[in-house]
């Protein structure tokens, strides 16, 4: 009889192992996760099923489709156009990218905008600030840091002056972003009575202690013209000889491009608050040549919209792919379209950071360069400061910006928004930039990867075992 018992007690606590295990084989995107959750729960029955409810289950990504979902019901008309049909100015592959993107993100583009390159904070920031000054309608800011310093304090000020003339006036930060900083500047602005939400805040109870899944997006709106690009607020994006000084770009964004930049803003804002507005009637009319769109990644979309995207225009050049970013942990099909790319003819040049403020995520990609380098693609790395900029340029037209790094944590976990941009001016200008700072800097070969030391080769293919978690 108490062997009888026994055996039932065993089939019956593995038992519970198989709803965990056949959740994780229906749900998970990655095989390696997969089977490593399936592992782990049969080799510990009752704590690997435990383990998989508390930590497998992407709570968090169940919420965000159901949101971004129901996000769609209330969102109103805005601007959407196509390429020309008749212009010989457009390649017929650069069409095949607009058709893409419309397949993978169901947004058409939008025509008529004019996109204003803005480089550092020095920059970016008094632009913002007069934008914020010269509001009357609504000042909306979706940011992943906001630290506190000299910046913190004068975005402050014009958040609040907005706030007391009437404008509506919204602050979202990240939960673990609002960490970087001990003194949090957005407490200042809830005292004041703006809304502030925190996304998806860090808490003990109920346990939300996950580093993934974070609102990586950075956006500010301000009536007619908005900002996007790659920037936070923090006083170290301004110049300066200060070791923890960082190189970035941001862009003014005008004409009908700010609609489908409000729309991006309001769904965030549902997401963390459960409230959905809709967008204001303002007086969005076309303002320059660029054909763009806005791409918002992440969890709660069915397809790895902006994987696929990169993949595509990469796979779609024929003549030149320039790429910047600062953290460079590619996937496999990425780093073969790279390859692909390189072997059929095509001028790839990629521009890292030579100094990193994540010192493992640079030793993790030196790993991988070998295997470009070998297939004909060129990567240099540009001088300090910290280069935390992010673009695309292809084939003279197509270009990208945004959030997003060329990373697992931006490609898979992360909230990520990027805009594409079909413009010819555009892209050259994008281009240039990174052509320039490739010439500043110094250009990766083999010969100089093969001097490498062994301890230095063995630390570098230790972190690059870790890189889908960096």
């Known amino acids: 009889m108490d062997t009888l018992l026994q055996t039932l007690g065993v089939v019956l606590v593995h038992l519970l192992s198989w709803p965990a295990a056949c959740h994780a084989l229906l749900k998970k995107r990655d095989p390696r996760s997969a089977l490593g959750w399936t592992a782990t729960v049969f080799l510990l029955p009752v704590i690997g099923p435990l383990l ?98 000299r910046m913190a304090s004068a975005f ?11 404008v509506d006036v919204r602050v979202l930060v990240d939960g673990v972003g609002a960490l970087y900083s001990w003194h949090k500047p957005w407490k200042d602005l809830r005292a004041a009575g703006i809304p502030v939400s925190i996304f998806r805040p860090l808490r003990l109870l109920p346990p939300d202690l996950g580093i993934n899944l974070r609102n990586h997006r950075k956006l500010l709106i301000c009536d007619v013209q908005a900002f996007s690009g790659g920037m936070n607020i923090a006083d170290d994006n ?31 804002w549902g997401f963390s608050t459960g409230e959905y507005t809709p967008l204001p009637h303002l007086d969005d009319s076309p303002t320059g040549q660029s054909y763009c769109r806005v791409i918002m990644d992440g969890p709660g979309n069915n397809a790895d919209v902006l994987h696929d995207l990169y993949c595509g225009a990469i796979n779609n050049a024929s003549r030149s792919i320039r790429i910047m970013t600062p ?40 790993r991988l360069l070998p295997e470009l380098l070998r297939s004909g693609v060129r990567i240099w790395h540009q001088p300090p400061p910290f280069a935390h900029t992010k673009l695309l340029a292809v084939d003279g037209y197509y270009s990208q910006f945004g959030s997003a790094n060329l990373d697992a944590r931006s490609l898979r976990l992360n909230f990520e928004l990027n805009t594409e941009v079909f413009d010819r001016t555009f892209h050259d200008h994008l281009a240039s930039h990174m052509d320039d700072r490739a010439r500043l800097g110094q250009e990766v070969t083999l010969a100089s990867l093969d001097s490498l030391s062994l301890p230095v080769r063995l630390r570098n293919s230790a972190c690059w075992l870790f890189s889908p978690y960096l």
């Not at 992407?58 to 209330?74: G, P, Q, T």
């Not at 379209?337 to 990193?356: C, E, K």
Request: proline share 7%.
């Open 238 to 268: 301004l110049q300066s000889p200060s070791p923890h000084c960082v190189q970035d770009m941001h862009f003014r964004c005008h004409g009908p491009i700010v609609a489908h930049l409000r729309r991006a803003f309001l769904i965030n």
């Open 327 to 366: 953290y460079f942990l590619p996937t496999h099909d990425l780093m073969a379209a790279l390859r692909s790319a390189a072997q059929r003819g095509a001028d790839v040049r990629i521009v890292l950071p030579q100094q990193n403020n994540l010192p493992f995520v640079h030793w993790a990609s030196m």
């Open 156 to 166: 402050n000020a014009a958040l609040q002056a907005a706030h007391r003339r009437g």
């Open 52 to 149: 998989y409810m508390v930590f497998g289950i992407s709570r968090a990504e169940s919420r965000a489709e159901k949101l971004m979902h129901e996000s769609a019901v209330h969102e109103p008309a805005y601007p959407q156009a196509e390429l020309p049909t008749v212009s010989g100015d457009i390649p017929d592959h650069i069409r095949r990218m607009a058709r893409m993107g419309k397949r993978l993100t169901g947004q058409q583009l939008c025509g008529g905008s004019t996109l204003i390159p803005l480089h550092n904070g020095d920059e970016a920031y008094p632009a913002m600030l007069k934008a914020i000054d010269a509001a009357s309608d609504h000042v909306w800011l979706l940011t992943y840091i906001f630290n506190a310093g």
